[in-house]
């Protein structure tokens, strides 16, 4: 598969009438993930309200796989964009699984997810690639992503926020009929009415709505905080977790 640099889509063709920013949708993202990982471990007291804690929480994955797909179209190296979220799958996976107490080769984090999805947008979008050959690239990544938090879920957010980058209607039906039937409602059948907090993934679309795409200011220190934060803040909570013998 061929990847090919981009060339920054011209503003003009990217803005919307909202008024949040790509940088301010990565603080929104962070801060649901901190919350959400914290609480998951942390938080203590009726059950009922420590599922409904978890609704901030539902926020952070859309919103990532969004930024992922607008990130696709704006950068001027795909390659090193790539690299760069695969580096960090590497990098995040230790502290996920060590954090969470998983087994170390039956899951990774949802880093691992953003690279898969970049790679299915990737294979998709190749102008010269056979239909049934971008199906199976785009199949793989979904079975590749399997162990993943959010797995073949944000696979395909991605996907399809990219595909329709112009178009924030079908963007957004994408994005509710495959969260909807590939998350909420499977959940909702295998654990019972107390995962009904995975509802909480919709409260991006009004969030996205607000997006006027823009970058906003440009900052290394966001650029790189963004795929820093993630082992950074969950080597903390493992330190804090060890500390607390939680």
Known sequence: MCVQERVAVSPQVLERGGFLTSNTLKVIAVAAMFFDHFCSVFAVGDPVFLEWLRVPGRLAAPLMCYLIAEGYWHTHDLKKYMGRLFLFAVLSHFPYVLYYHLTWWKATSVIWTLFLGLLALTAARQPHMPFPLKLA????????????????????????????????????????????????????????????????????????????????????????????????????????RVITGV
């Open 137 to 240: 690239a785009v199949g793989g990544c979904c079975l590749l992503s399997y162990p993943a938090d959010w797995n073949y879920v944000g696979v395909l957010w991605i996907l399809y926020f990219g595909l329709y980058h112009r178009s924030f209607g079908r963007q957004m039906a994408s994005f509710a009929l495959i969260g909807l039937f590939l998350h909420v409602l499977p959940n909702l059948f295998h654990f019972g009415w107390e995962h009904l907090y995975q509802c909480g993934i919709f409260l991006a679309i009004p969030l996205l709505a607000c997006y006027n795409g823009r970058r906003g200011r440009r900052s290394r220190v966001i650029k790189w905080g963004f795929y820093l934060f993630y082992p950074l803040h969950l080597l903390l909570l493992l330190g804090l």
